[in-house]
């Protein structure tokens, strides 16, 4: 929402936070009966999120309250001396003639305010900035408590404008007594500043409403520490919940983390021992200690932020894996340094430090598997419906072109390291022999190869590969079926990861998806088919093309009464060429061959000279020898 600086219900100045320089439009006629009104608080939230506060950037939201302020002295004229020498100006009633002195000094007091925060990050590394840092407070509070007083004893400003000026000024002063650790007096400041804020809040439309509301919460946690550190111990549950939420006031930030460490620090003096997987394990790292009573409230922690959404959920899961791999690297080196451990290595048998050891990768593989089911469920969360049904993620995004629509294969990456960890935690060292542990391990594993092997078949559907999509299915179900059987029968509760409702949703999906997927194999058959048609060569005799049905659109729309239209081509030649044929049948007499006739040898008389038969004849006759020619 922008803010506005209104005279007699008239805009007069525009204080969008992203206009570098002034118009000359705001060079407007300013009338002496109007109200000069100014929404500090928009004013200066809208500025901050456009301008580096929303990434903690407080070098950047000075540079832009430096310009700008120049921007309105050189618009309102007001010089602070002359170029050699500064001196220094007040703004009086006098000279409070535009609306815009309130905004100079707001400005003024944010820059002072920025340069602090700033100050302050640099103050963990350079303790003497904290002094420099305590003087600029000061100097933002004094500008705040001139802008109030500016406003307060004029007439011209309207009420609203009036209780926020208060409202800025105890703020900006409880945060210079929350420095100083005056806490009594900073949480009567920020009660103080709720107060006025809440019933600004009563008087605004829904839509102005949620910026009071909002700066509401973030006061909060700071008048709970300062309980606190006068002595209500029963504050501390609140900020404890808090921790992580990413609601508090920045300066309350590193108060709450070393809050929270001196609370772990007096939970750890009482804690020397654990038991998992029924063996005791002695803790003697105070750090191993501190982490395993953040693991026991990291859930309580989770359940607070849970309203805030994932990414505070997320970042909470990566400062516990943060702290677990620190932990883990205390307990390798008292490892090394355990003359019991080397022995018990040598002779195949776990020691404490080593089951200590095994506990905490437990622990990391445990919430490395939570973190990345989280990441599943944001990508379901920002995927469309059709993903899970499998229809083209291109042809949903046509509608909505400002969301990245996530692919199968964003969930197989997910879901493959899900099954790894889960592969890691039955080898690690003294529970490779748990056989409760080892069915629980592979029922969630299958349970995981089944939903991975889902999105592996959504992959094949969008590359309308629907044969290999439909063997994937039936894998699923395969897979889902035999993870329900194995559930059913599992007794150890340590994973509670998956149970037998989501599998049989799965297999709801994909009893639809089977159906989708064969409708869209035969479609795209008989869709192949008529482009297979469609591309017949038409000028192709029709005679020689006679086995490929095509309704040709000339045949059909021929007409005996368009003597001009074209005529299909029916045959490559017409009147056809001549063929040689015979002109008469043969006929063959097979009878003839098995008829024997009688000898008529007697019957032939011999001419003269013919040589007798006989063998002399014979070869003579064959060779050719005495023969007369």
């Known amino acids: 929402m922008t803010g506005a600086i209104e005279a007699g219900g008239k805009s007069l100045y525009d204080v969008a936070p992203k206009v570098d320089r002034l118009s000359d439009e705001e060079e407007v006629m300013k009338s002496e009966f109007a109200f000069f009104s100014v929404d500090i608080l928009h004013v200066i939230k809208d500025a901050q999120a456009q301008h580096g506060l929303r990434h903690g950037d407080y070098q950047r939201y000075h540079g832009y309250c430096n310009r700008r302020l120049k921007r309105i002295r050189k618009v309102l004229k007001f010089k602070m001396g002359e170029k050699r020498k500064v001196i220094p100006k007040k703004v009086t009633e006098n000279i409070f003639t535009d609306p815009r002195y309130i905004l100079m000094l707001l400005m003024t007091s944010e820059r002072a305010w920025s340069m602090a925060m700033y100050l302050k990050q640099e103050a963990n590394s350079q303790p003497r ?27 011209k400003v309207d009420p609203r404008t009036k209780l926020e000026a208060q409202a800025y000024g105890a703020y900006m002063n409880g945060v210079l007594m929350f420095e100083l650790k005056e806490w009594e007096a900073a949480m009567a400041l920020f009660r103080k500043t709720q107060t006025i804020y809440r019933k600004l809040s009563e008087t605004m439309s829904k839509e102005e409403q949620p910026v009071y509301l909002n700066m509401i919460e973030e006061i909060g946690p700071n008048i709970r520490y300062c309980a606190y550190t006068i002595g209500d111990q029963s504050a501390i549950d609140d900020l404890m919940q808090m921790h992580g939420t990413g609601r508090q006031d920045p300066l309350l930030a590193g108060k709450l983390d070393s809050l929270i460490a001196e609370s772990r620090e007096r939970k750890a003096a009482s804690m020397s021992e654990i038991i998992w997987r029924g063996r005791k394990i002695r803790i003697k790292n105070n750090k191993v200690r501190l982490f395993l009573i953040g693991v026991k409230d990291f859930d309580k922690d989770l359940d607070a932020v849970e309203d805030a959404g994932r990414d505070s959920r997320i970042e909470m899961y990566d400062q516990v894996l943060t702290e677990c791999k620190d932990a883990l690297q205390c307990t390798k080196e008292d490892i090394k340094l355990d003359p019991h451990s080397k022995a018990t290595e040598k002779a195949d048998t776990v020691s404490d430090l080593q089951f200590l050891h095994s506990y905490l990768s437990y622990i990391r593989l445990n919430k490395t598997i939570q973190r990345n089911r989280l990441l599943v469920d944001d990508l379901r969360a920002k995927s469309p419906l059709s993903l899970l049904t499998g229809s083209n993620p291109e042809e949903m995004a046509a509608g909505d072109t400002g969301r990245k629509v996530p692919k199968p294969t964003d969930f197989i990456r ?80 340590e994973f509670d990861l998956l149970n037998t409702s989501s599998i049989e949703d799965l297999i709801e999906t994909i009893a639809f998806n089977r159906y989708r997927v064969h409708a869209s194999a035969v479609l795209e058959g008989v869709q ?76 032939l008389a011999q001419k003269p000279g013919q040589q007798k038969a006989g063998l002399s004849g014979l070869l003579s006759n064959i060779w050719g020898w005495g023969g007369k020619k």
């Open 414 to 493: 997910l879901y493959d390291g899900i099954i790894q960890n889960l592969g890691e935690v039955v080898g690690l060292p003294g529970v490779a022999g748990d056989a409760d542990l080892q069915s629980e391990v592979d029922a969630q594993k299958i349970a995981f190869q089944a939903f991975r092997c889902f999105y592996i078949a959504q992959a094949y559907v969008d590359d309308k590969k629907w044969a290999e999509a439909m063997a994937l299915y039936d894998r699923v179900l395969e897979h889902s079926k035999k993870t329900i059987k194995m559930l059913q029968d599992v007794t150890c509760t």
């Open 129 to 155: 900035k904290r002094h420099h840092m305590v003087e600029k407070m000061r100097k933002a509070v004094s500008c705040a408590m001139e802008l109030n007083k500016l406003c307060e004893d004029s007439e």
């Open 528 to 603: 192949s088919q008529e482009k297979d048609e469609s591309k017949v060569d038409t000028t192709i005799p029709l005679l020689e093309r006679m086995n490929i049905y095509y309704e040709d659109p000339a045949v059909s729309s021929l007409s005996v009464n368009k003597p001009n239209s074209k005529v299909p081509k029916l045959t490559s030649a017409f009147p056809p060429s001549f063929e040689p044929v015979p002109c008469k049948p043969l006929f063959f007499d097979l009878a003839l061959n098995h008829v024997t006739f009688p000898s008529l040898d007697s019957k």
